[in-house]
């Protein structure tokens, strides 16, 4: 209703969470935030069964399904099916490196990326491999040895037919 929507724009946050005191202008707000202590996920894909705590994400996942990429960069043509990847994107055609690492200095585009950087200065291997305990500081890495273990070979030469774990050296 139009008072309850009054509220986003006063800057009133009546609504507050028993949990983390965080404030909201709407109850329905407070009530979607909540999922976040208490890991309710009741949005589940219909395809894979995958479970979401907001129905936006699941929206966006649904697109993982069907293809659809509605947000395209000017520059290259690229499609996303999330805005924010959209605008993630587009720092690498900026240059912008919002995410600098405090022990070096170096920059990045995107606050994952830091994060996986900064384990080369803790030693951190959190991803270890179950077969032989290999230690990795991405997810990414393991996976690509477990087709060591299980002889995967996901990229295929179009000329002769050979397969590799690997799409480069």
């Given at each position: 209703?139009?008072?309850?929507?009054?509220?986003?724009?006063?800057?009133?946050?009546?609504?507050?969470?028993?949990?983390?005191?965080?404030?909201?202008?709407?109850?329905?707000?407070?009530?979607?935030?909540?999922?976040?202590?208490?890991?309710e996920k009741p949005f589940i894909c219909?395809?894979?069964?995958?479970?979401?705590?907001?129905?936006?994400?699941?929206?966006?996942?649904?697109?993982?399904?069907?293809?659809?990429?509605?947000?395209?960069c000017t520059e290259c043509s690229a499609?996303?099916?999330?805005?924010?990847?959209?605008?993630?994107?587009?720092?690498?055609?900026?240059?912008?490196?919002?995410?600098?690492?405090?022990?070096?200095?170096?920059?990045?585009?995107?606050?994952?990326?830091?994060?996986?950087?900064?384990?080369?200065?803790?030693?951190?291997?959190?991803?270890?491999?179950?077969?032989?305990?290999?230690?990795?500081?991405?997810?990414?890495?393991?996976?690509?040895?477990?087709?060591?273990?299980?002889?995967?070979?996901?990229?295929?030469?179009?000329?002769?037919?050979?397969?590799?774990?690997?799409?480069?050296?």
């Amino acid at each position: 209703n139009l008072k309850s929507h009054m509220g986003t724009h006063t800057g009133k946050k009546p609504f507050g969470c028993t949990e983390c005191g965080k404030g909201f202008s709407q109850n329905s707000h407070l009530k979607s935030h909540m999922r976040t202590h208490t890991g309710e996920k009741p949005f589940i894909c219909t395809e894979c069964g995958t479970p979401f705590s907001h129905s936006g994400h699941l929206k966006i996942h649904m697109r993982s399904h069907t293809g659809e990429k509605p947000f395209i960069c000017t520059e290259c043509s690229a499609g996303f099916s999330a805005g924010n990847n959209l605008k993630t994107h587009m720092r690498a055609h900026t240059g912008e490196k919002r995410f600098i690492c405090t022990k070096c200095g170096a920059g990045f585009s995107r606050n994952s990326d830091l994060k996986s950087h900064i384990r080369t200065h803790t030693g951190e291997w959190p991803f270890i491999c179950t077969e032989c305990g290999t230690g990795f500081s991405q997810n990414s890495h393991l996976k690509i040895h477990m087709r060591t273990h299980t002889g995967e070979k996901p990229f295929i030469c179009t000329e002769c037919g050979a397969g590799f774990s690997k799409s480069s050296t």
